[in-house]
């Protein structure tokens, strides 16, 4: 969905909160809210958890035997948060937001990565493995799909083509990248004899520095 289609969702949502509200229409305004905060902050990103808060909190404020007043109060709320998010649209800060987000749950990864590393033994480096190569996948991902025009479908190897035919990785990049596409690979596929520490440590300082240079 382009972000034409998108301000143009919010308002209708919005323009739908007004008024009563029936259940049909009730069901429509939440869940969609849910769907456009998801597509313009990211899934599991701080607003979409923020918005379901604020419902949960309101449809517990006012009791159930009220479902009129609840729905109509909650859809209000909804609209409320809506009308910020399309603000924010105008003011050219969502991107910022998405990366500063994008940014954080790649730090979570490796900082998890980092301390299951260092409770050591074999066990252990095959955690930091996992996580490690999560955190390299999804950070390829999320670039490829901001410099490279890729979707979310694609083989992670042809992610790192598109990088590379766009011109965003270039040079020892492309061969470093690629190189952690067999450690991404031997993780996922539990192949821990083919993984050394020392791989896992290469691999989150490469993430760190896409996320210091491309998510900030």
């Given amino acids: 969905m382009d972000e034409q289609r998108i301000r143009s969702r ?3 949502l919005i ?16 869940h969609g809210a849910s769907s456009i905060m998801a597509l313009v902050y990211g899934p599991g990103s701080r607003q979409v958890a923020a918005l379901e808060r604020a419902i949960g909190d309101e449809q517990k404020r006012v009791s159930r035997d009220f479902q009129e007043l609840q729905r109509t109060t909650v859809a209000k709320l909804v609209a409320g948060m809506l009308a910020g998010t399309l603000a924010e649209m105008d003011a050219g800060l969502v991107g910022s937001i998405r990366q500063q987000a994008a940014a954080e749950v790649l730090a979570d990864f490796v900082a998890l990565s980092r301390s299951a590393l260092e409770s050591g033994g074999d066990q252990a480096k095959n955690v930091a493995a996992v996580l490690a190569a999560a955190a390299f996948e999804d950070s390829i991902r999320r670039l ?4 490279a025009g890729t979707v979310g479908g694609e083989k992670l190897a042809d992610v790192l083509v598109a990088l590379k ?5 270039q040079g020892p990049q492309v061969a470093i990248a690629q190189s952690y596409l067999t ?3 031997h ?5 821990w004899d083919k993984i050394e520490s020392e791989a896992v440590n290469s691999v989150l300082g490469f993430v760190e520095q896409l996320v210091l240079k491309h998510f900030q």
């Fill in 15 to 30: 323009d739908k909160s007004e008024g009563q509200i029936d259940e049909a229409s009730y069901g429509e305004i939440v």
């Fill in 187 to 191: 993780a996922m596929h539990a192949q």
């Fill in 165 to 169: 035919n766009s011109r965003f990785l």
């Fill in 183 to 185: 450690f991404r690979n």
């Fill in 10 to 12: 919010i308002k209708f």
């Fill in 144 to 147: 490829g799909a901001i410099h």
